[in-house]
């Protein structure tokens, strides 16, 4: 399997445009505030960052926050980075400000997608985990909003100890929405998130289990986060079979082999400093001083995170770690070094297996 050299440019660029949200969620990584910080990149920035996409090759751009409607001047942003030829998507939070009016705006002006997050099928799960009562309605009107509209439709849940139960009920929904791609989740206790929030390592294997034999039989895409080590279990499942033969498992791996906090994968916070990714709060710089680039490639801690010679544990000697690598995010929240072991990964590498054998 070809993996993208991803020591020049990322796959994806996240960039907090704000951490402003009205929301309060419990699993928040950016600890969300009512107001905007008056520090935030200001729009002529916002426009050179996204230039400085450009060179690295335009790479995907979502505009995350926080709440990107915040913002007074997203869609000028927006209609930026689309006329320049960045594949631009946005997820914002469902409040008020997600109106008919705002989805066909940024329809006309050519977003690839809108994603609002559904973490449970019913209000009390939703909203008890969204920090705010109401959120769910509010949801449910703008996925209606995004129907009406025939916008694709992108549905994100983060599975918890709140939901584990209920995503069963959430992949219903997410059907009948007529959804082009569920993203889904794992918590990382950074954040407002905490590790009691969390599955546990061996509900992530039944968790993995089930998305494994869920996306066979959905006309939807499934894409997770923050777990690498659904790659390797897809892997390891099919041991000795062609992964191409099953198209949909063949596209997640295609799509996501090695991807990582740092390797593919870079974020930009509201105040312009530069992370391998919003779980992993290691700071590597500040595009307002050196350009995203020259921080992607050349960090010590990037390139650190795209090395596996330089993990530890059994993920350093682990055979699936070129494609999977275990959560550097996780490893970093849990034990304080983002190049240990992802402690939520259940799977014994053979090397370790064969030295205590």
């Known amino acids: 399997m070809r993996i993208p050299d991803y020591n020049q440019s990322p796959f994806i660029t996240i960039w907090e445009v704000t951490r402003a949200c009205a929301l309060h969620c419990l699993h928040c990584r950016a600890e969300a505030q009512y107001h905007r910080d008056p520090r935030e990149l200001t729009t002529e920035e916002g426009k050179q960052l996204i230039d400085q996409i450009i060179d690295m090759g335009s790479p995907l ?42 989805m066909k705006k940024s329809y006309e002006l050519g977003l690839s997608r809108w994603a609002f997050s559904l973490d449970g099928s019913i ?46 009920n959430i992949a ?24 009691k929030d969390m599955i546990s390592p061996v509900q992530h294997e ?22 690498p080590h659904y790659r390797r279990y897809i892997m390891e499942k099919h041991q000795g079979e062609a992964i191409a033969s ?3 498992l063949n ?41 995203l680039a020259e921080i992607y490639r050349n960090s010590p801690i990037f390139q650190d995170l795209r090395n596996p010679d ?8 682990c055979e699936y770690r070129e494609t999977c690598g275990g959560s550097r995010a996780r490893a970093y929240a849990v034990t304080g070094d983002y190049l240990e072991s992802d402690p939520f990964c259940i799977y014994q590498p053979k090397q370790e297996l064969a030295v205590r054998s």
Request: charged share 25%; proline share 6%.
């Open 206 to 227: 039944e968790v993995f289990e089930w998305l494994s034999n869920l996306s066979s039989k959905v006309p939807y895409d499934i894409k997770t986060t923050a777990a």
């Open 61 to 102: 751009l979502v505009f995350t926050g926080g709440d990107p409607l915040m913002r007074p001047d997203i869609f000028e942003l927006m209609d930026y980075a689309i006329k320049k030829g960045i594949r631009t998507s946005m997820t914002p939070s469902a409040t008020p400000k997600v109106t008919k009016e705002a």
């Open 172 to 195: 219903k929904m997410v059907e009948d929405f007529g959804t082009e791609l569920w993203s889904v989740f794992f918590l990382v206790p950074t954040g407002r998130g905490q590790i």
């Open 123 to 168: 209000a009390e799960i939703h909203d008890h985990f969204r920090g705010t009562k109401g959120s769910y309605d509010l949801t449910m009107r703008a996925l209606r909003y995004l129907q009406e509209l025939n916008m694709p439709i992108q549905i994100n849940t983060t599975v918890s100890r709140y939901n584990i139960h209920d995503l069963k």
């Open 310 to 317: 330089k993990y530890k544990g059994k993920c350093g000697i």
């Open 251 to 291: 596209d997640h791996i295609g799509r996501a082999a090695g991807i990582n906090d740092g390797k593919g994968f870079v974020f930009v916070s509201h105040i312009g400093e530069v992370y391998p990714s919003g779980f992993l709060p290691v700071y590597a710089g500040n595009v307002r001083e050196t350009p």
């Open 246 to 248: 099953v198209p949909k």
